[in-house]
């Protein structure tokens, strides 16, 4: 989860537009201009997940690089909003389901390049990865994937950063101190449910089916861009879940950062943000 001020703007004018994925309302979708096509060495479906509440101006300033980097790629945004704390999983699932069916229509896991921005993003990819579970009948079809990229990502059950992901974009501190309040007061009582209830924490669920490989192909690169003082997914957490791949036999790469607040890599470092990005997708050829 992140907060919207931090990530620059996209230009005013984009040159890849996006169309509403019908029945999924947290969902678009962008195919490349007619007559280009992505070349043999090059991804042709990008999935995009965002992190909790941002800005569409924001995530187009990855999706405008994507475009000039792979012009033939057809580009999938699923966003990720505040209320899935609240929606019950079924109905998460059954939201993203028009997205699973054509990530299923174009399956080509050698073709697919996945990047997924902090915990909201990583519990989106999840409930795709089920979507598509639910409408192949298959549960053991993981999402198509050559390499995958974790932006500040996958975290834990971090209580304070929490707080700061619902509150650090208010601006007011009245209101940030009563957004807090209320937040704080939320995610106590999902826990208190959770825990009467026997439900696992909602993020060590994410972590494990990040691993699993029902949900992600292990065959796939993965890389961890994370920074060593965010204060909503500490590094540690960040590097363990790397390690944890790793152990699985995964090609794994960490890029730490010493000074970027959380998803907020892009804006201080561009060319060496997309460096690794190119380097995810290059060095899997599998």
């Not at 169309?19 to 007619?34: E, T, Y």
């Not at 699973?100 to 399956?107: G, H, Q």
């Not at 209320?182 to 990040?210: C, H, Q």
């Amino acid at each position: 989860m992140a907060t919207a001020s931090t990530v620059k703007k996209a230009p005013a004018v984009l040159t890849r537009l996006f169309d509403k994925i019908p029945g999924a309302p947290n969902a678009l979708i962008s195919r490349p201009a007619p007559g280009v096509v992505a070349s043999k060495d090059e991804p042709e479906l990008i999935l995009i997940f965002g992190w909790m509440d941002a800005q569409l101006q924001h995530i187009h300033k990855y999706t405008e690089t994507y475009h000039r980097l792979y012009p033939g790629a057809t580009q999938i945004i699923v966003r990720s909003h505040s209320n899935w704390w609240w929606t019950k999983e079924e109905l998460s699932i059954e939201g993203v389901l028009p997205v699973a069916k054509i990530v299923n229509e174009a399956y080509n896991p050698k073709r697919t390049l996945i990047h997924a921005f902090s915990n909201g993003g990583a519990l989106v990819l999840v409930n795709v990865a089920q979507a598509l579970h639910r409408l192949t009948g298959k549960t053991d079809l993981p999402l198509p994937a050559r390499a995958v990229v974790f932006d500040s990502c996958p975290g834990d059950s971090n209580f304070s950063g929490g707080v700061k992901a619902f509150t650090g974009w208010i601006k007011n501190p009245i209101m940030r101190n009563i957004a807090g309040a209320f937040a704080v007061s939320s995610m106590t009582l999902l826990w208190l449910y959770n825990t009467a209830a026997g439900i696992e924490d909602p993020f060590v669920t994410m972590r494990k089916r990040l691993l699993d490989p029902v949900f992600l192909p292990q065959i796939a690169s993965r890389t961890y861009i994370y920074s060593k003082i965010d204060e909503l997914v500490p590094a540690q957490v960040v590097e363990h879940h790397a390690q944890e791949s790793k152990k699985l036999g995964m090609d794994v790469v960490l890029k730490a950062y010493d000074t970027t607040p959380h998803v907020n890599h892009l804006k201080q470092d561009p060319d060496g943000y997309w460096a690794i990005v190119k380097d995810a997708w290059t060095r899997s050829r599998n």
